[in-house]
């Protein structure tokens, strides 16, 4: 077994998937993978099985949060260091996974494959929901996070525990506000991305809009409520307690 | 409106707002579902605190008092939500339904398979 398992959730991406994982199969044997099939309606699952990719076939439909997190279940079960989210569509790039896995051994909890660490912010619709995003968390906890919307995020064995068996861990940016204000440790490193190659994005217009006004309140209200289960805490005052 | 109905509103709304928070510090709901109590409650704090948007309001669409316009305004509001509810309700009867023939179906299969099997072991025994 490998220390880093790539996790690849994918919902209805028959176009993409064989490209997608052959490439990290061929030029990446360092890595494990597993593919998530999200209960898509086209053949997504009937070529990873024609293939013979690892697969987790979930029956029903449950969205990125639920399917990734099956990942990072399986991940924990097995006994993974490290996990990372990787897109089935082929936007993220492989040969920057090392330079994210270097980073996470400085001491890091959560480590983002960031589009803007020395390349700036385009001034596109698009990008003004992340800016919304960064103010609101930079608002609520002080720190600044560049790409909070990049779906390229690697865990640490602590953080990937964490996010498997809990509520309300879903991989968007207000979770990371939230661990961030807890004092959880991030990284951004900077990596390129490839625009969609097939399939069209899963936000269009109206789910944008709604994206947005979920992530604000949740990072500006919500979070600020949330209490953080102590069995998750790497604290030494709770430590103490513990004993 | 009379200040002790702004009141209520108030206090309601509050409740709200603390009722769902509460549960969400328990790890008790997903945070979508509570999005929308948590703006339900900020609306209702809206109306009471500045009844001139209702007054308004309710005299853009003709309505005599500014009471019967929240009233409305709220019908509507839990109607839509009421509905969004129904369909949820009715998507998450059918996952289940084909969750739980998925688990019987798959036993089903490894049990077949496994019967299968010992047969023709059994047959093999025989013929020897």
Redesign the interface.
């Known amino acids: 077994m490998k220390e880093l398992l790539i996790i690849i959730p994918a919902y209805n991406e028959e176009k993409s998937i064989e490209r997608v994982v052959n490439h990290v199969i061929n030029d990446y044997p360092e890595y494990d993978y597993v593919v998530v099939n999200d209960g898509s309606k086209d053949h997504t699952a009937k070529i990873c099985r024609k293939n013979g990719y690892n697969l987790i076939d979930l029956p029903v439909n449950l969205g990125l949060a639920g399917a990734f997190q099956t990942g990072l279940k399986y991940a924990y079960r097995q006994g993974y260091e490290y996990a990372i989210q990787y897109d089935a569509d082929g936007q993220h790039k492989a040969e920057y996974i090392e330079k994210m896995l270097t980073e996470m051994k400085k001491g890091y909890d959560i480590v983002i494959g960031s589009r803007f660490v020395d390349d700036k912010k385009p001034h596109s619709m698009r990008m003004l929901g992340s800016r919304i995003i960064s103010t609101a968390i930079m608002l609520t906890t002080h720190k600044r996070v560049k790409d909070p919307t990049s779906g390229m995020r690697m865990f640490n064995r602590a953080m990937l525990k964490e996010f498997a068996l809990n509520l309300n861990y879903g991989p968007e940016p207000d979770t990371i506000s939230y661990l961030l204000r807890e004092g959880v440790k991030l990284s951004e490193v900077q990596v390129e991305m490839d625009e969609r190659l097939e399939g069209e994005s899963y936000l269009n217009m109206v789910r944008s809009i709604k994206y947005m006004i979920h992530m604000t309140v949740s990072i500006l209200v919500i979070q600020n409520f949330r209490k953080r289960d102590s069995r998750f805490v790497k604290d030494e005052k709770n430590v103490e307690v513990l004993k | 409106m009379t200040n002790i109905f702004r009141i209520i509103l108030l206090v309601v709304s509050l409740f709200t707002m603390i009722f769902m928070?509460k549960r969400?510090?328990?790890?008790k709901i997903?945070?979508?579902d509570?999005?929308f109590w948590?703006?339900f409650a900020v609306m209702v704090v809206i109306l009471g605190a500045f009844p001139v948007i209702a007054d308004f309001m309710a005299g853009v669409i003709g309505i005599y008092s500014t009471v019967n316009f929240i009233f409305l305004f709220f019908i509507f509001i839990l109607l839509i939500k009421e509905f969004s509810m129904t369909i949820k309700i009715s998507q998450l009867e059918n996952?289940i339904k084909?969750?739980t023939q998925?688990i019987a179906l798959g036993k089903a299969t490894e049990q077949h398979e496994s019967n299968s099997k010992t047969y023709t072991a059994d047959s093999e025994a025989e013929k020897r």
């Open positions: 928070l969400i510090r328990q790890s997903q945070i979508e509570s999005l948590i703006l996952k084909e969750l998925e």
